[in-house]
């Protein structure tokens, strides 16, 4: 195996708690897949959770190579958990697809967080 790619992000949990104020529920059916919005509900301070999820798919995004663009948007990747707890990435067929193509085979992320900033590095893998 060989990296294929790295991806991070650093996003201001105040700004994301700004679009949250001012989009509500629209912001988080923009980003966030079925999945999301489950762990979402029994979240403890959604704000950190959407800034988490927003950090982690801008950072797989940049990983893949191709960023928001080439068809790629937020409802193509989304951050779950293991049952461990550990984040994990799902994909969309179409970006499993894409992956499929570049010969990526595994897909691991890691999520921080301290206030004002949530931060996420995501490593993909090739075959």
């Known amino acids: 195996m060989s990296i294929y790619g790295i991806g991070t992000d650093l996003v201001n949990i105040n700004r994301v708690q700004r679009l949250y104020n001012k989009y509500g529920q629209k912001f988080v059916d923009k980003i966030l897949l079925p999945e999301e919005k489950k762990l979402l509900q029994s979240d403890s301070n959604p704000v950190k959770f959407l800034a988490n999820r927003f950090a982690g798919k801008e950072a797989t995004a940049k990983a893949i190579g191709t960023g928001f663009s080439q068809g790629v948007t937020w409802k193509d990747i989304g951050v779950t958990k293991h049952r461990s707890g550990k984040p994990r990435l799902i994909f969309s067929e179409k970006i499993q ?8 085979s595994s897909a691991h992320i890691s999520l921080t967080d301290d206030h004002p900033w949530a931060h996420a590095l995501v490593i993909l893998e090739k075959n």
């Open 97 to 104: 697809a894409l992956l499929a193509q570049k010969e990526i």
